[in-house]
């Protein structure tokens, strides 16, 4: 079964304190990884796809890496608009059908 | 911009009830997906269809079923609501069945079963 694990569970930073969040998964076959951002009383807005180990991108203040485990979003000198909660999720099938990890809820405060 | 519209925001419905929850997206996106969202649990599959009149269990379909009748719109039943379905629930399509595809989101419909 595939699995996706997403730490810490929580997180809070200082304005400009770079840090990063993990998604470690465990899946028979990844054909793509997908970062999300999620904002309260909102549906989860996508940011990034990955597809094999090494790969990097970047938005703005994030950039998101893959290894053959797991994944990481950097995020460099946050504001507190990047507050959010930030969704990990894994393709293994031959559709666009997702399996996500719970979530990193993210507090950036001024 | 793709839009994926669920019609309500919120939703209070007693125990026993029919429940018709509904999405529309407006791309011509071929697959549509419904999943359910709870503190500690994360994102769940429900139902997923990838053309009309198609449909597919996801991960936890049990209590629920599903309607496609037009490709742009995508229905979530609660054929007898209960307790344990009070939850977020979101809509989503995507383009066409690569595994690249991303999903678009709707707003959800926080659904409360008293």
Redesign the interface.
Known sequence: EDQVTQSPEALRLQEGESSSLNCSYTVSGLRGLFWYRQDPGKGPEFLFTLYSAGEEKEKERLKATLTKKESFLHITAPKPEDSATYLCAVNTGANSKLTFGKGITLSVRP | DVK?TQSSRYLVKRTGEKVFLECVQDMDHE?M?W?RQDP??????IY?S?DVKMKEK?DIPEGYSVSREKKERFSLILESASTNQTSMY?C?S?L?????????????TQLSVL
């Open positions: 994926v697959n997906f999943y500690g649990l994360g994102l769940r599959l997923f990838y996801g979101l989503a995507s066409g069945t690569a595994a690249n595809e991303k999903l678009f989101f709707g707003s959800g």
